[in-house]
Structures are given as structure tokens and as C-alpha cells.
């Protein structure tokens, strides 16, 4: 109220799992509808646009490819953005963005326009949304975070099924322009969504505890800690090898991934196919689609997976690549509805499980940034897909082969996820973990082991904080013991020093008085001294 709420990430605050979580979930659940399906929606419009202006498909296909373009290539200008501003103002900036772009797209006079307006600012208006959206979610949720990624990717293939019969239907009440105009306005719901998007507080007394620490410490210390600042893009996640390998094997999948959805209609209607009945294998497609997400989220989020996450990712890949290698043989419609059902259920599992594996592997802090290099290194894989099986078909005039080509680009892609992160990322935590099986460790050994960097979760830390405190504790204690074990001595023997004085003091008087009784008194009394 009153100013922008820069919201810089964990900051100490635990993800709720919950509360006003769900409310963050649901806006997020439309977003994701809005930014995957709008692109595929807008092609009802196609053959309306194709008449107007007296272009071909290929000239119209542009929309779509700029849009998708405007969303994964955006993605560092969208971190940039987020760090700077936080997620609820980008997003309802984007909202009105994606809105504006429909409407002023409604009053074109040519394609050039359409491109600029459906296709640019509208793609900028859903990449403002869709980016910020997945970050509040892994903000808002920990332990629930596998299931909240399948719930929210689940609104994909319902915004579809919704969007594409809502889009037939504005076309033929009110035509092109029509529908235009009215999507432009349904597209402010994302400014609804990203009032939802609430950034996280630190409690009340936590925020008293670091006033008081600051005070208590010196003004220097606190001007320390104010110098550094959030970068607005953080390219030290190249330093993880972890995000590395993940970068590279999503680039390979997207060059793929794609490419069944978008010839499969076709491939049905080579076949000779009705149009209503070639149409239908999308919608068999997205319902199984709908069910898939979620479900897998839930499989994710087990105890014995969740840390196995990558390997899940691979084993789904490798579904979805054999899926596309085997529908490349289907010689009729129920082999093609077969392989649509399977394709579903494979993409999605993929679609639940590729920003969690993201999460998992930067953490909260750095998926801002993260999440924005590795959408732009996809939006080049995305350009280069279909077209480039386009290309394959028009040389070869068999489906077969762009099939194979988009299985074999997926299986690939697990392969190298799966090997690089068996060979160079699991061999590393187990090295301190042998070191800690040996029961008697010296100094040197524990800070060696110490020293080493791990990838810990919130539950690791605190077992560590507790074995540290511990440790200090066996420490202090002995040491406190010998101090006064010393001091019972010393006090033993002061009190011990007084008898012996006095009784000494009685013999040398005694001898004293009695000078004349020994001739050996003086000797008597110096020994006695």
C-alpha cells in the first residue's frame, strides 16, 4: 500500500505450504494456461486472417512463433525486472501489456501489425506473467513444491480445451476483430492473478530480534552488511554444474518436445482422416494431459523420489522420446489415438517436472535468474524445432521421419541429463560422507570436511546447526571441569598453608622458651623453620 514491496527472495522467511499459498497456486494455474495455450488458441483465427489480408499460412504461422519467441526469450529481461521491481508489479504491468497487445491487434490494417502487436506485445505482456508467477510459487511452497508444479502446469491443457472452442465461437458471433477485442479483455485477468502474487514477510519478532543485533553491533558492521546488493541478473549459476548440464539437456528436449502436437492433426489427415476426426487427437491429448501433471506432481513430492527428481525427469523424457519413436510406425486412427494417450501421459510428467528440477537444483535464491537464462537459451530451440521438421518433411513427404527425428532429439536430451548427473554431480556429496563414517576424526580432518561445499536442504542445516552446538558444548564442558577441578586444588591448599603455619609457630615458641634444656636449639629451630 503506498509503494512497491521488493520482494528479494527467501530472506529468512520459511515457505509457508500453504495459507495464502493456494491462493498464489490458483493465480498461478491460470497464468500457465494463459501463456502455454494462448499461442496454439490463437490459430482459430488463422483461416479469417488468411482471407483478410491475402497472405498464406506460413505467413500467419508467424503469430505463433513470435509469441512463443516474446515468452522464453524474454526470460533475463523478465529476471532483471523481478529483481529490481519484485513479482506483483511486473505481472500486473504484464497483464495490461498482454491486454493491450489483443486489442490494439483488433484494429490492424495489415499482418506487419498483427505481428507487432499480437506477437510482440502480447508475448512480452504472458512472458511479464508466466516467469514471475513460477518464482512466488517456489517462494510460497517447500515441501509441497512437486505437488503445487503439477497443479499449476495442469492449467496448460485446460486453458486449451477452453480457449480453442471459446476462440470458434467469438469468431463466428463477432468475427476476428471481435474476438480479438474480447480476448484482450479476458487477458486482464492476469492482473487479478498477479495481485494474488502477496510477497513473503518476516515475522514481527524476528524483525526485532535483527534491529536489536544490528544495534548491538557497531555502525560499521551494519554499513557492511547494507554495501552488497541483489544483482539483477546473477550469472554466477554457470558456476553449478548441476544447472549447466540441466541447461543443455532442456535445449536438446525443446528441439523436439514440440514437434508431435504440431504435425500430429496433419499426420492423421495424411492418412485420410476427416478434419473433426484428425482435431479430435489434440483434445484426447490435453484431457489425458490434464490428469497427468497433477499425478506426477504427487509422485514427485514422495520422500524416496523427491531427491531422485532428476532421474524421474530422465525416466519421463525417455517416455516421451520411445512414445514419438514408436508412433512414427502408426498406419491408421487407433494407432494414432494410442499414441496420443501415451504421449500425453509422458508430456505431462514433463511439463510437471521441468521447472521443479530447476528449483531443486539452484534453489530459491538463484531461480530468478536462473529460470531466465535457461527460458532464453529454449526460446532458440523453440525457433529452430518446428521449422526445421518442417523442413525435414517437405524433403522427404513421410511423417515417419519428423517423428524420429523428435524422438530421437528427446531420448538424447535424457541421456545426457541422466549420465552427466550420475557421473559429476552424485559422487560428490558422498566423498565427506565416507570422511564422517570414521568415528575418531582430528581437527584438521573436520575442517577439511567441513570446508567442502554441499548442496543441503533446509532440514540438513539444522541437523548441522544442532551436531555443531553439540560439539561446542563437549568442548566447553571438559575445559570448564579442569578450571575447576584447579580451583578446588588451589583452594584445598590455601586452606591446608594456615594449619601447618600455626603448628610450626607453636614448635618454634616451644623451643624458644626452652633455650637451655637442648644445646642443639638453634639447629633444632632452623630445621624447624
Not at 196 to 207: G, H, I, N
Not at 255 to 268: E, T
Request: proline fraction near 4%; charged fraction near 20%; include cysteine.
Amino acid at each position: 500500500m503506498g509503494g512497491v514491496v521488493v520482494d528479494e527472495g527467501a530472506g529468512g522467511v520459511k515457505a509457508p505450504d500453504g495459507g495464502w499459498g493456494w491462493a498464489v497456486l490458483a493465480g498461478c494455474f491460470v497464468i500457465t494456461g494463459f501463456s502455454y495455450a494462448f499461442p496454439k488458441a490463437v490459430s482459430v483465427f488463422f483461416k479469417e486472417l488468411i482471407r483478410e489480408y491475402g497472405v498464406g499460412y506460413s505467413d500467419t504461422a508467424w503469430i505463433s512463433s513470435i509469441l512463443l519467441a516474446m515468452l522464453y526469450g524474454t526470460g533475463p529481461l523478465c529476471s532483471v525486472l523481478v529483481n529490481r521491481f519484485g513479482c506483483r508489479p511486473v505481472m500486473m504491468v504484464g497483464g495490461l501489456f498482454a491486454s493491450l497487445g489483443m486489442i490494439l491487434g483488433s484494429f490492424s490494417t495489415s499482418i506487419i501489425h498483427i505481428y507487432l502487436t499480437v506477437g510482440v506485445i502480447t508475448g512480452l505482456g504472458l512472458a511479464l506473467n508466466f516467469q514471475p508467477s513460477l518464482i512466488m510459487l517456489n517462494r510460497y511452497f517447500s515441501e509441497k513444491r512437486p505437488l503445487a508444479n503439477g497443479l499449476s502446469a495442469a492449467g496448460s491443457p485446460v486453458a486449451l480445451c477452453c480457449l480453442s472452442p471459446l476462440g470458434q465461437v467469438l469468431q463466428y458471433q463477432y468475427g476476428w476483430r471481435g474476438g480479438f477485442l474480447i480476448l484482450g479483455g479476458i487477458l486482464l485477468n492476469c492482473c487479478v492473478c498477479g495481485a494474488l502474487m502477496r510477497p513473503l514477510v518476516a515475522p514481527k519478532t524476528l524483525k526485532a530480534k535483527e534491529q536489536e543485533q544490528e544495534n548491538d553491533e557497531g555502525t560499521e558492521e551494519a554499513e557492511k552488511k547494507k554495501k552488497p546488493k541483489a544483482k539483477l541478473l546473477d550469472f554466477s549459476v554457470f558456476k553449478d554444474c548441476g544447472f549447466v548440464i540441466y541447461t543443455v539437456s532442456a535445449s536438446i528436449m525443446v528441439l523436439g518436445l514440440f514437434v508431435p502436437p504440431v504435425f500430429v492433426v496433419s499426420y492423421a489427415k495424411e492418412l485420410g482422416n476427416e478434419d473433426t476426426k484428425s482435431a479430435l487427437l489434440l483434445t484426447i491429448l490435453g484431457f489425458i494431459d490434464i490428469f497427468a501433471r497433477p499425478t506426477c506432481g504427487v509422485i514427485a513430492g514422495l520422500k524416496w523420489v523427491r531427491p531422485r527428481c532428476v532421474y524421474l525427469f530422465s525416466f519421463a523424457m525417455i517416455f516421451n522420446g520411445v512414445t514419438d519413436l514408436i508412433g512414427s510406425q502408426a498406419k491408421d486412427y487407433v494407432s494414432l489415438v494410442v499414441f496420443c494417450i501415451f504421449f500425453g501421459i509422458s508430456y505431462g510428467m514433463v511439463g510437471a517436472l521441468q521447472f521443479e528440477v530447476l528449483m531443486a537444483i539452484v534453489g530459491t535464491e538463484k531461480f530468478s535468474s536462473a529460470i531466465g537464462l535457461v527460458l532464453l537459451m529454449e526460446a532458440i530451440a523453440v525457433l529452430v524445432g518446428p521449422p526445421g521438421a518442417g523442413r525435414l518433411l517437405d524433403a522427404t513427404k513421410n511423417y515417419m521421419y519428423v517423428f524420429l527425428l523428435a524422438g530421437s532429439e528427446v531420448v538424447l536430451s535424457a541421456v545426457v541429463l541422466a549420465t552427466c548427473n550420475f557421473l559429476f554431480i552424485t559422487k560428490k556429496p558422498s566423498e565427506p560422507a565416507d570422511k564422517l563414517e570414521n568415528i575418531t576424526v582430528t581437527d584438521d580432518a573436520m575442517t577439511e570436511v567441513c570446508g567442502k561445499p554441499a548442496v543441503m536442504n533446509d532440514e540438513d542445516e539444522k541437523g548441522a546447526r544442532e551436531e555443531k552446538e553439540k560439539e561446542t558444548k563437549n568442548e566447553v564442558i571438559p575445559e570448564l571441569k579442569e578450571e575447576e577441578k584447579e580451583e578446588t586444588d588451589k583452594e584445598t591448599v590455601e586452606e591446608a598453608r594456615p594449619e601447618s603455619v600455626t603448628v610450626d609457630s607453636e614448635k618454634v615458641e616451644r623451643f624458644l622458651k626452652e633455650p637451655q634444656q637442648n644445646g642443639d636449639t638453634a639447629v633444632s629451630s632452623e630445621t624447624c623453620l
